[in-house]
Every structure is written in C-alpha cells, then in structure tokens.
C-alpha cells in the first residue's frame, strides 16, 4: 500500500469525524497545559498524569459521538437533561462539601460535579424542544424552554455556584436567541433585567457573593480577606509583562501566593510565566475554536444541529472570557475553570464532548455536500 492509499485509509477510519480546526485549536491547547499545570502543581506529576487520563477518556469519547449524526445526538436529549437533574437533586441530599461549597457527588473512586453534566444536558434538550415545534413556535414555548432551563439553575444555585448556575443559564437564553427569539422580547428581557437587579442584590445573592462584586470595585479594601485572590492574580500577571518571567520562573506561582493556582486561576500561573504574548496567543487560540464553532452553526442543516452548535460555541467561549476576566480583576471571581487548562476530570470530559457535538454537526454538512457533488457529477456523466 503507497502512502496515499495509506492516507486515504486514514482518513476514512480514524480522521473522518474530526474536524481539523477545532482538533488542532484543542491539541495546541491541551499540550500547553501540560506544561503549565506542571508548573503550578509544584513541577509534581499527580494532578499531571489525572488530567491525562482525562484528556485520553475525552479524546476516546469525543471520536466515538462525533462519528454520529446530530440528530441521535437529539434523541438521548431528554434523558441526558432528566440524569443531570437527578445528579443535582442527589447533591443536594448527599453531596460532597469542599470549601463551603457542596458541588460534588462523591462514587467512591471519583468525584464527579453534575452542574458539567447539564453544559451540555441544557442546550441539547433546550435546542431538541425547539425542533419539536420546528415552523409553529409560540409564546408558550419560549416559555416551556425557560423552565426547562430554570429548573437546574434553581439547584445550582443552592450549593451554591453563582457562576456556573449564571453560565449554564446562558448557554439555554442562547439556544433560544437561535431559535429565533422576536428582538422586542430580548430587548424587553434586558429590560426586566436591570429592574430586577435590586431584587436579586437583596433577596437572591449570599453575602459573600456581595462581597465577592464589591471587592472587584476595590480589592484593596480588603487585602488579605475578599481581596486576596484578585490582588494575588493581577500581581502574578502584571509581574510576567510582556513576554513572561518563563516556564517555572514564575515566582508569585511558585511561592504558593496564587491561589488554586491548578484550578479556576491557573490563567494567573500563565500570565506570569508567560507574559502578554502568551495571553494572546491563548487568546487567539480561543477565538479560532469560536469563529469555527459559529460556521458550523451557520452551515448547519436543521434548527437542532443551528442553535446547538451556535449555543454550545458562545457558552465555551464564554467559560473562557469569565475566567480570564475574573483572574485579570474585570470581572467578579466565581468558580469557573479555564476551559481545556484547568484542571478537573468532570469539567474536561464535558469540554470534549461540546468539541465533539461541533464535529458531529460539522460532518452533517460536510456530508451533505459531498452526496451533492457525487449527484452532480453523476448528473453530469449522464448528459
């Protein structure tokens, strides 16, 4: 067999349902991470060799959905979003407390988090409803969606994680804003918003949330309480410039100032280490993983496989300008992981399979337009 037969072999077997650009965006990543996270472990191999394992499962499990069509992906929809709320209702009954936080269901082995589960349980189920009533959607159904998205909201909020229950309600509003959602309702929506901000100040946040806002107006007020972590961070990056004080050199890393420094601020440990132009190539990086993410979404076929796609892009970017916003002192810090760098099995698998549902929709249309070549060029040898 020459070598490109060998290829093509390739490419028919393994490479098919993987699409380059996001595999290659999310390779650069990963690799990347490797480096940093055994940086801001203390240069040890644990969390190192987890995270690896992780990525090798999510690897495995993001080639096996790709292979599939969207709409199977549609048809295990429900079922997805009615375990993830189980899970949710099973942390609040016997859920795993770390750092004043119950998040966590512990299966003996591991623990896993199921506020990742429904990442991906929401916009699926969300997006599936929609093509249930695909040319006849009304008001009603806009207002069913709402719920659907409410409900896990409710329970995530109560262990809570104000971050991730405010972002996995985003990634529902965004299948929604997809689906077609009339420019008066999002405006009138806003609207109601803002009027609710006092409400939800007063009656729906806990006080160290409150602090948490008060403190990105002035960290200093207090420097060693609320406003450790954001002081501590803006340091580390500051201190890296331009171009970073180098791979291990990052001092406030490695004399333990930066906290969860493998975790939601590890985009501190990068910033110092590797400056503003390593800030800008993550960067960069990110917005070729949203620009392919929102082609696919405007390539695809049918309602589900558009607001999906189009959801679980913006939500991923959005993951990743949360947590450098909150790191860099622009926005409230919340517990929210640098999507693909942090570490965290639960949040990885999660991310690949986002990555994955994408590569699906993509080889829907790529599909598509190869049996429409192969009927032309059959057209053709015809006449």
Same mark, same amino acid.
């Not at 069913?144 to 405010?166: N, R, S, Y």
């Not at 804003?177 to 006092?198: D, N, Q, S």
């Not at 200093?220 to 331009?242: C, E, F, N, R, W």
């Not at 189009?310 to 517990?335: D, E, H, K, Q």
């Given at each position: 067999?020459n070598?490109?037969?060998?290829?093509?072999?390739?490419?028919?077997?393994?490479?098919?349902?993987?699409?380059?650009?996001?595999?290659?965006?999310?390779l650069?990543?990963?690799?990347m991470?490797?480096?940093?996270l055994?940086?801001?472990? %203390?240069?040890?191999?644990?969390?190192?060799?987890?995270k690896t @394992?992780h990525? *090798?499962?999510?690897?495995? +499990? $993001? &080639?096996?959905i790709?292979?599939?069509?969207p709409?199977?992906?549609a048809?295990?929809?429900l079922?997805?979003?009615?375990?993830?709320?189980?899970?949710?209702?099973?942390v609040?009954?016997?859920g795993?407390?770390?750092n004043?936080s119950?998040r966590?269901?512990?299966?003996?082995f591991?623990r896993?988090q199921?506020?990742e589960?429904m990442?991906i349980?929401?916009?699926?189920t969300?997006?599936?409803y929609?093509?249930?009533?695909?040319?006849?959607?009304?008001?009603?159904?806009?207002?069913?969606?709402?719920?659907?998205i409410?409900?896990?909201?409710?329970?995530?909020?109560?262990q809570?994680?104000?971050?991730?229950?405010?972002?996995?309600?985003?990634?529902g509003?965004?299948?929604?804003?997809?689906? %077609?959602?009339?420019w008066?309702a999002?405006?009138?929506?806003? @609207?109601?918003? *803002?009027a609710?901000?006092? +409400? $939800? &100040?007063?009656?729906g946040m806990h006080?160290?949330?409150k602090t948490?806002v008060?403190?990105?107006?002035?960290?200093?007020k207090?420097?060693l309480?609320?406003?450790?972590?954001i002081?501590?961070s803006?340091?580390?990056?500051?201190?890296?410039g331009?171009?970073?004080?180098?791979?291990?050199?990052?001092?406030?890393?490695?004399?333990?100032y930066?906290p969860?420094?493998?975790?939601?601020f590890?985009?501190a440990?990068?910033?110092?280490?590797f400056?503003?132009?390593?800030n800008?190539?993550?960067?960069l990086?990110?917005l070729?993983?949203?620009?392919r993410?929102?082609?696919?979404?405007?390539?695809?076929q049918s309602?589900?496989s558009r607001?999906?796609?189009?959801?679980?892009?913006m939500?991923?970017?959005?993951y990743?300008?949360?947590?450098?916003?909150m790191v860099?002192g622009i926005?409230?810090?919340v517990?929210?992981? $640098?999507?693909l760098v942090?570490y965290?099995?639960?949040?990885?698998l999660?991310?690949?399979?986002?990555l994955?549902l994408l590569?699906?929709?993509a080889?829907?249309?790529?599909?598509?337009r190869?049996?429409?070549?192969?009927?032309?060029?059959?057209?053709?040898?015809?006449e």
């Amino acid at each position: 067999m020459n070598n490109t037969s060998a290829w093509k072999t390739f490419k028919s077997t393994i490479a098919a349902p993987i699409d380059p650009w996001l595999f290659f965006a999310m390779l650069a990543i990963y690799i990347m991470s490797l480096f940093l996270l055994y940086s801001a472990d %203390g240069q040890e191999f644990g969390q190192l060799e987890n995270k690896t @394992i992780h990525t *090798v499962l999510g690897f495995a +499990l $993001l &080639w096996i959905i790709a292979v599939f069509k969207p709409q199977t992906a549609a048809k295990v929809a429900l079922p997805v979003y009615i375990v993830g709320v189980l899970l949710l209702i099973g942390v609040e009954v016997a859920g795993v407390t770390v750092n004043g936080s119950t998040r966590w269901l512990s299966l003996g082995f591991t623990r896993i988090q199921p506020s990742e589960i429904m990442k991906i349980g929401i916009p699926m189920t969300v997006a599936w409803y929609f093509q249930r009533y695909e040319g006849r959607l009304k008001w009603i159904h806009y207002i069913v969606a709402l719920v659907l998205i409410l409900v896990p909201v409710a329970l995530i909020l109560k262990q809570p994680d104000l971050g991730t229950a405010a972002l996995i309600m985003a990634s529902g509003i965004f299948v929604i804003f997809f689906a %077609g959602l009339p420019w008066k309702a999002i405006f009138a929506a806003i @609207i109601a918003f *803002v009027a609710a901000l006092p +409400l $939800l &100040w007063n009656y729906g946040m806990h006080d160290y949330q409150k602090t948490r806002v008060l403190t990105l107006l002035d960290p200093t007020k207090d420097p060693l309480g609320a406003g450790y972590h954001i002081i501590q961070s803006m340091i580390a990056i500051g201190s890296g410039g331009v171009w970073g004080k180098g791979w291990l050199n990052g001092t406030q890393t490695h004399l333990d100032y930066i906290p969860e420094s493998t975790t939601d601020f590890i985009f501190a440990v990068f910033g110092e280490e590797f400056g503003l132009i390593g800030n800008i190539l993550l960067l960069l990086v990110y917005l070729i993983i949203l620009a392919r993410g929102l082609w696919i979404a405007a390539q695809a076929q049918s309602l589900y496989s558009r607001t999906l796609a189009g959801a679980l892009t913006m939500t991923f970017f959005c993951y990743a300008f949360v947590n450098m916003g909150m790191v860099s002192g622009i926005l409230p810090v919340v517990g929210v992981p $640098l999507p693909l760098v942090s570490y965290g099995g639960t949040a990885t698998l999660s991310i690949m399979v986002v990555l994955a549902l994408l590569m699906g929709i993509a080889n829907e249309h790529k599909n598509l337009r190869r049996r429409n070549m192969d009927n032309d060029n059959l057209t053709e040898s015809k006449e």
